[in-house]
């Protein structure tokens, strides 16, 4: 079984800057595609940003031009990086890693969830 513990997450004026982190108790990171979702109260759950095993990325269009998802192999850790913040980002953010077996088995693991909070 891998666990992910996500940090990073807090209060942070309109503007600012976040960097959450995830970290894989085994190193996954590598083989696996990560990413990250949130979900605001009184909505569902959303994916903001995709980062496959190839190294591909991917964002919602609200992600785009400002969030920046990044692994790093060694540290068996994925990142987001959370730039121009605004109210509307709050949420609890949480990790995702995935991978497909050669039986077809697909395995998935989440993280406990982070919350970041940007007020109005």
């Known amino acids: 079984q891998v666990q992910l513990v996500e940090s990073g997450g807090g209060l942070v004026q309109a503007g600012g800057s976040l960097r959450l982190s995830c970290t894989a108790s085994?190193?996954?990171?590598?083989?696996?595609?990560m990413g990250w979702y949130r979900q605001a109260p009184g909505k569902q759950r959303e994916l903001v940003a995709l980062?496959?095993?190839?190294?591909?990325?991917n964002y919602a269009d609200s992600a785009k031009g400002r969030f920046t998802i990044a692994r790093d192999n060694a540290k068996s850790t994925g990142y987001l990086q959370m730039n121009s913040l605004k109210p509307e980002d709050t949420a609890v953010y949480s990790c995702?890693?995935?991978?497909?077996?050669?039986?077809?088995?697909?395995?998935?693991?989440w993280g406990q969830g982070t919350h970041v909070a940007v007020p109005s």
């Open positions: 980062i496959t095993s190839g190294g591909d990325t």
């Open positions: 995702h890693a995935s991978t497909i077996l050669s039986d077809r088995t697909k395995l998935n693991y």
């Open positions: 085994r190193s996954i990171v590598s083989s696996h595609d």
